[in-house]
């Protein structure tokens, strides 16, 4: 067993701007997200047990640990799914005892250990199909992938119950790693970016600087073009094409990419490395610029999951992958510690409640891999995919949404995302604050932030005011703040609190309607509907049943009308607009005709109602779309 | 050696409305096509000769033969480009004999020949990497499909030669495969459909009833939803899904599914099977209603090169691969014969001159395999490709391309191409006709066509009135022709013709402004020009040097002028329009924002300057573009 050096403030990155919280510090307190986890404990966690016996996961684990025979199933990464879960039943774990979920995890971790070679080297794929060919694959292979999913879980597990026994498998499969690759060792780094992050994380739970030097290798390693690539792609797809201090553009595979950057950021927030932040901020300028859809969701092209050229996003071709938005959740947050600038917890927030929750059912047993913002209908999620990565990484990142909540700086506390919850937090002065924040988020924009507990001496609370949001207002204890609230920054509120004192932050949710950069093709002359941070969508099942979703405009000068539908997927906010259903008989069998030999197709009014974006597809697999084209304007006037 | 049963007259399938004339039928004088089998003949046939031997092509066949040692070199279908090449060959041995194409050809054909296994079986693949697993992987195997591309040659080198060399090797190998698979014999079929065509055309050579019989078998093996597909596609990848009499979509692999189609109405023409004809009927229904590019190519989906939905038609990530384009041509070929339809033929010039030809460079040494409609720079062709199905299909189509210029029926001849050419054919009534076609199509529309030898029955002249022709006028001797013109369908001249009697058919080419379907994102509120039978499109290089062409709108009120430039590839038609740049800073970092925030880009008129599409990339690999957004109400005022 390693010697453990102690963590290190697992809060307090050197270089972070804003420190995390403790596992526990924000408890939710009912709401959006606290109904979301709900359903994610009580059946996403057990559907995905059964899902990980049933694909043969712990099969795979036994017959590694020499507990049964037979051959090794699936693809060669599914130890990480295994590693995803326990990530996300350690964050449940962590709020409240649960005998069921304990035991399942329990029995995993005895099987991850059993599986573990004496020498500390832990790959079930490898174990049982090329025992003697341990890293020779790094391209394609997923060893060190599937270790960096291990390091977070034993990470977090290790947080949440104080058991030491997954991280001591990491912790021994780490020092198998470093023992082998680095500076005067074996030089290269793993085709699918993620061990990096999770060796910093590594490093914070245990103090063990080798695990730090070791990310930073595999940070180095990477963009000295030799990977393969795959089908039309060269190096690029592995993030291989040039170094990262180097970068200009986000490409290549959209996961690979956005697991990089966030490792990238890690490694940045430990050791302060200008250049690592630069690339870092380059890339996502590339990425918003260019190459991100209204919901968030990264990867335009399903060729190669990857990002497109900039302006190139489909709505239905689109591949959006679930674990690209989570991914993009996990490198904005960094950011955001890295700099406080409110971009980065926009971004977060976009992702979050739009194209990463598109990828969980209503039931939280099913999941979409995919997630277009365009389907002619058939689309649905499943229960499981023969690559299963998105599902448990949607559990992990539903268990531990709380952690993006609030942090704290040495002036006070920040709060980024709005629920209901009770806050606590240790300022730098060592006083004791607590906070519950009362709010109908992201249905309603008022929110009531209640002090709790606080010392004596002033301290500063930052609230985000959201990109979207234009006219914010702020009262304390009744009184207009004397604090600018402007869309895309944080209020200071810097005051002597009491407990008891109560700020009262309203962000008003008009609909609104949205247009896109006009070098898209595919939302050209088009519109979208956004509320709060949720974008809307336009579902085939709830039109009058003579309207076609694909043969309407909607009335851009028409008012939009959000209205609460309490029927619909245990309540939420719908909006409904005006438009005109087209008679396209005249353009029956032609695709293309001669400019104006069809102008002017008859039209009638219509109603169009759109529902949240990520509460598609609960109701049926008819079609679906967000960007609604625009009517022209003698169809308006 | 195969007892051969004498030839079925190979231009006159039983159920054909019109037949083809014979090989040398049709000699092209000069034009637009025949510069370009000039370059086919001088350069691409040798350039392919060469990429052959370096690819490995040859030497494979050499192991195969016993003639060389070393190991299989690429992927499994290489021997189909050989054949591919071998066919265009023929094409130009028929027109002149060449020394060096003819050594080059028997040099192959007796390699060919030496492969073969005494039992007639051939595919360098198996022969050399798994002997003993003869058609074990129908799905990806192509072993089929290569004998299919063989039997093509062979019959082309039959009928352009004479020697009997290829044409026994390709007998050989399908009485083998006639063995081994058929009713009561083996079931399956190709995963890649190519025999089927290619049998039954060695039915028409050979007179062989078996080889129709076996192409029978082969069709209605197909769609019983066995095969694996490839990636996020199942049976529909392989045409697999339904039985091919009950198909109602084109999806799936492109090629595969237009290679089928082409066969099945190979089928048909012989057969006479209605459900045949009636499902071709309906799957180009399909095709063309919702699923085709405005250049002709096929196939919207990199991922599975397939077919997209309807409506999915992007400019930009379509895969329009050129051996689609040619399969559409081959099957659009055979529809025409089977119906006498002109919406055929217009589907084969748009094809032809757009999207096919697009396939090649002006020097005959670079090829495209994916052909979009947009590029953001940095496309270029290719001068091979590890998959090379696309050069040597493009050699076979140049080189042949006199053949879809006309046909006879018992009533007289139809023309359905304009070129400079002559066209003998022998009537029905025993009668021999000659005519001379002139015109400098497709950069000017007149077209004069003299009788040079007729009898004195009067007959019938068909002349093809394209579908983009709105304004078509005829003159016989002078004087108006008594018949009707109309868009798309074929103008009758019923006549007792004489020597020196000269028609002539004036296709005024305005240049024109299409647009496409209001279902289809990429391409709404947007135009396209064409000009006679071509697209046209922007290349960035033929812009004032402030100009980006995709930030530009084109005023859709303002005149388009044609133009001859005699200095660009050749000398070409060029299309000059008015349109505005945008100032775009407005959206400088930003993708989505509230309608109207940006309204009014700043704007100025500027000069926009059109080139065929098939042209593009040949100056250098920069952006281009073939739909451009239209200037809205306010902008074009």
Redesign the interface.
């Known amino acids: 067993m390693t010697e453990r050096k102690g963590p290190v403030d697992s809060t307090r990155s050197r270089h972070a701007r804003w420190r995390t919280l403790p596992l526990t510090s924000v408890q939710l307190d009912g709401g959006f997200w606290a109904d979301r986890q709900a359903v994610n404990r009580r059946s996403s966690l057990v559907h995905a047990y059964r899902m990980l016996k049933a694909a043969g996961n712990f099969h795979n684990l036994r017959v590694a640990a020499g507990r049964a025979n037979g051959d090794y199933r699936g693809r060669n990464f599914l130890d990480s799914d295994v590693y995803k879960w326990l990530e996300a039943v350690a964050y449940e774990l962590a709020k409240a005892p649960d005998a069921t979920l304990r035991q399942m995890a329990e029995e995993a971790i005895d099987l991850i250990a059993a599986a573990q070679t004496p020498d500390g080297y832990l790959n079930t794929y490898v174990q049982i199909v090329t025992p003697d060919s341990r890293f020779s694959d790094l391209d394609h292979g997923h060893e060190l992938y599937c270790a960096g999913h291990l390091f977070q879980a034993a990470v977090a597990y290790h947080r949440a119950t104080g058991s030491p026994a997954l991280l001591d498998v990491a912790t021994r499969f780490a020092d198998y790693i470093d023992g082998i690759f680095g500076p005067g060792k074996r030089p290269g780094t793993d085709g699918h970016p993620e061990v990096e992050m999770a060796l910093v994380e590594l490093y914070r739970e245990t103090g063990e600087a080798r695990y730090l030097k070791l990310a930073q290798f595999f940070v180095d390693e990477r963009g000295k073009g030799k990977m393969r690539g795959l089908g039309?792609y060269g190096p690029e797809y592995h993030q291989d094409r040039v170094p990262v201090r180097q970068a200009t553009e986000i490409e290549g595979h959209a996961v690979r990419a956005l697991y990089l950057m966030a490792g990238v950021t890690d490694l940045y927030l430990e050791t302060g490395e200008q250049a690592l932040l630069d690339a870092a901020n380059r890339l996502w300028?590339d990425m918003?610029?260019?190459k991100?859809h209204?919901t968030g969701g990264a990867g335009?092209?399903?060729?190669g999951e990857s990002f497109?050229?900039?302006?190139?996003?489909?709505?239905?071709?689109c591949y959006c992958e679930t674990c690209a938005a989570i991914a993009s959740i996990q490198w904005n947050w960094r950011m955001l510690l890295a700099t406080g600038e409110a971009r980065f917890a926009d971004l977060l927030e976009q992702t979050l409640y739009n194209g990463f929750l598109s990828g969980v059912a209503a039931d939280g047993e099913h999941f979409f891999y995919i997630n277009p913002l365009?389907s002619?209908g058939g689309y649905e999620r499943a229960a499981w995919y023969e690559v299963a990565c998105c599902p448990p990484n949607i559990m992990r990142t539903v268990a531990s949404v709380e952690h993006y909540l609030a942090t704290t700086d040495a002036s006070g506390v920040q709060v980024h995302l709005y629920s209901p919850a009770s806050v606590s937090a240790t300022l730098e002065s060592g006083e004791r604050v607590a906070l519950r924040l009362e709010t109908q988020y992201p249905w309603q924009g008022h929110v009531a932030l209640t002090i709790v507990e606080t010392g004596a001496q002033p301290w500063t609370l930052r609230l985000r005011i959201p990109g979207w949001q234009e006219a914010a207002s702020i009262r304390v204890n009744g009184q207009a703040a004397n604090t600018a609230a402007r869309a895309g920054t944080y209020a200071l509120i810097v005051r002597a609190w009491q407990p008891g004192d109560r700020v009262e932050l309203d962000l008003p949710m008009p609909p609104?309607?949205?247009?896109?950069?006009?070098?898209?093709?595919?939302?050209?002359?088009?519109?979208?509907i956004r509320r709060g941070p949720l974008v809307y969508c336009l579902e085939q099942r709830d039109q009058d049943p003579d309207v076609d979703i694909?043969?309407v405009q909607i009335d851009?000068r028409a008012p939009l009308e959000a209205a609460w539908n309490p029927d619909l997927l245990g309540g939420m906010m719908v909006v409904n607009a005006c438009g005109h259903a087209?008679d396209?008989n005249g353009?029956?069998?032609?695709?293309?005709?001669?400019?104006?030999a069809?102008e002017g197709?008859p039209r009638r009014p219509v109603q169009l109602r759109a529902v949240p974006y990520f509460a598609w597809a609960n109701r049926g697999a008819r079609a679906m779309r967000v960007?609604i084209?625009?009517a022209?304007?003698r169809d308006s006037r």
């Open positions: 039309w300028r918003t610029g260019g991100l209204l335009a092209r399903y060729e497109g050229a900039p302006y190139e996003l489909p709505s239905d071709q365009l002619r609104q309607l949205l247009e896109a950069h006009p070098q898209i093709d595919a939302t050209r002359a088009s519109a979208a694909f043969s851009a087209l396209m353009w029956a069998g032609h695709l293309y005709r001669p400019l104006g069809v197709l960007w084209p625009r022209a304007d």
